[in-house]
C-alpha cells in the first residue's frame, strides 16, 4: 500500500471506518444481515422524504428527529405524487404498507447513492430508522452522509427490557424520558419501572393519597454500605428525602411517550414484601398495625409485609384497578420477592389462615398470595409477572417468571411450560453491580459485572428442550438504585453496559463477536452518547490489563475505547492526568534485569470524562 493511502486511512475518523469496514456497519445491536456496498448517500436539504402513511407514529417520530438535526426539508405523502412523477434520485422512501411478511419487528434498509429506503411494519419501520440514524454522520448544517449498504433485521426476542428502580432513589419524569430515549435507540422494547418498594411509593394512586403523602418520602437515608465487610453500621444523611412521586398526569405522559418509540412500560407494584413504605401509609394492611411502621431509610430486607387479610387484598385490588387503567400493556409486575415470613410466623391471623385454607405452611400464604392477585390480574386481562421466589410453594398458573437469582427459577418455569424472562444478577444484569475490582470505581452493591460478562450472557440455558426453551420470551437488565442517587450515575452504571444487553436480546448469537463489539463499535457508540448528552463509564485502553508481565523487552499497543479520547500514561508510578506523555504509537519497553516499569494510563475523552487508572507491571 502507498505510504500516502495509508496515512489517509488513518486519518479517516473512526466512525467512518467503523460503518465501512466493520461488518455490522457499527450498528448496534449487530443486525442478522449486512451487506456494505461501495459509494455513500449524500443527504440534503434538497432530499425528498416520501412517506406511506404519514400519520404513523414511527413517521412522526422521524419527522421529529429531522427536525431537532436540522436535516432534510419535507416529508412528503407518496399518495399526492403521480406515480408517473415518483421521483427516484435523492429520496428517502419509508413503505409501512406492503404485501411482504417479515419477521416480528423486523425490517429492510437500502441504501445507495440515489435511494434510501426502509420497509417495516410498525415497530419495524422505528428499528429501521433507529439503524438508519446510527448511519447517518452529520456533514455540515442540513446536510449529512450514508454509508451504501443492504440490511436485512429482526430481534432474537420479543421481550427486550430495561428496568429502573425509582423507590430507593427516585428520577424525574425528564430523567425516564431520557432513559426511554437511549433504550429506543438500541432497540429494548419494555421498561420495567420498579415504582414501589420499602423505601418509597412513588405513584399517585388517588383512593389512598396517604401511599404518596406518607410513604414518598423518607426521614433519612443510609449512606455508606448497608452489608458487608465494608459496612458502616449507624450512618445516615440526616436529611429527610421526598416527597417525590409521579402523579398520574406523568405517569400517562411517559407511558405515551415509550409508546411513541414502541416501548411497553411494565410498572411493577410490590407485594407481599417491599412494602414497608405502604405499611407506613396504611398500618391496617400489615400484621401488626399498632407496631408503628416507617418508610425504609436502610437497605436490605424488612420484615414486615402486607398482612393476607380481606382488608388488605381488597385495597390491593383498588390499587391495582388504578394501575391497571394506567398502564395498557398486557403485564403488570406483582413483586414476589425476598418475602421472609416473619411477621406472618408470628401473626395469629395466619396461623388460622393456614388451617382454614389448608395451606402448608407460611410458604403456601406466599403463593395463596401471589395466586388471589393473579387472578385478579387475569381476569382483567392482564397477565402477571413474578421474581422466580413466586416458585416457592407453588406457581400461580399463568405467571411470567423473572428469573433473578440464577436461572434455577427460570429453567423450572419454563420447564412447567411458564413464559419466563431471563435477569440473573450471575449473568452480569444487575447493572447496580460494580464494573470492575478497582476501588477506584463509584461505591456500589458490591457484585461484579464488567461489560465481558454482561456481553457474552446467553438467555437461553441448554438445559431447555426446544419446545421449553421457546417459553424464554427475553432478556433484561436491572438498575437498582440503593447506591444510585444521581442520573449521572445512574447513566454510568447503565452504559455502556445497556448496550451489551441490547446485542443480547436481539441478535443472533452467531453474529455475536466481543472484540468486534468492544474495540470497533462501542468506540464509537460512546462518542456518539456522549454528544448526546449522556454520562457512561469511560472503558479503560483497549490492551490495558490489570496484570504484572515479566521479559525484558515489551510492546504494548494500547488505544482509545472511546472515539477522539486520549490515552495518557506515566512509567514511574504517579497518577497519570491530561498532562502526561499521549500514548500515540506502540509503546517500547526495555526493562533491566531485575528491574521493573510501573505503566499507569488513563484515557481522558474530548468531553473531559475520565476513565480509571489502569495498572500495568512490566518485570524482568
Ligand atoms: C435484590 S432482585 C432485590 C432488590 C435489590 C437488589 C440489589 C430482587 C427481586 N430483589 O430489592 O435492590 O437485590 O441488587
Redesign the pocket.
Known sequence: MKKSLLLALLALPLSLFAQKEDPNMGIIPAPTSVHRTRGEFKLTPETLVLVDSPNHKAIKFFKDYLLKNNLATSVTDMAMIDPKKMPTKNVIVLSLNFKDNLPAEGYELHIDENRVEIKGHGAGMFYGMQSLIQLINKTSPGSATIPCGNIKDHPRFGYRGMHL?VA?HFFDVAFVKKYIDVMAFYKLNTFHWHLT?DQGWRIEIKKYPKLTEIGSKRAQTKIGRAAGPTAIPDLYDNTPYGPYFYTQDQIREVVEYASSKFINVVPEIEMPS?ALAALAAYPEMGCDPGKGYKVGET?G?FDDVFCPTDETFNMLYDILREVIDLFPGKYIHA????CNKVAWKKSEFCRQLIIDKQLKNEDGIQSYFMEKIEKFLNTRGVQMIG???ILEGGLAPNAVV?S??GEKGGIAAAQLNHDVIM?P?SGGL?F??AQSKSSQEPLS?G?FAPLEKVYNYEPVPSVLSKEQAKHVIGVQA?L???YIATPSKAEYMLLPRMLALSESAWSDPKDKDYRNFSQSRVAHHLAVLDKMGYNYRVPTAVGASDTTMKGGKFKLELSSPVEGATVHYTIDGSEPSENDLVCSAPLEFTVPERGAITLKTIVITSSGKKSIVNTMKLEN
Open positions: 428502580d430507593r418498594d417491599h437497605w430486607g413483586g414476589g420477592d425476598e421474581w422466580d421466589e423473572m433473578w437469582r435477569t444478577a444487575y447496580d453491580h452493591i457484585g436491572n437498582w438504585t440503593e
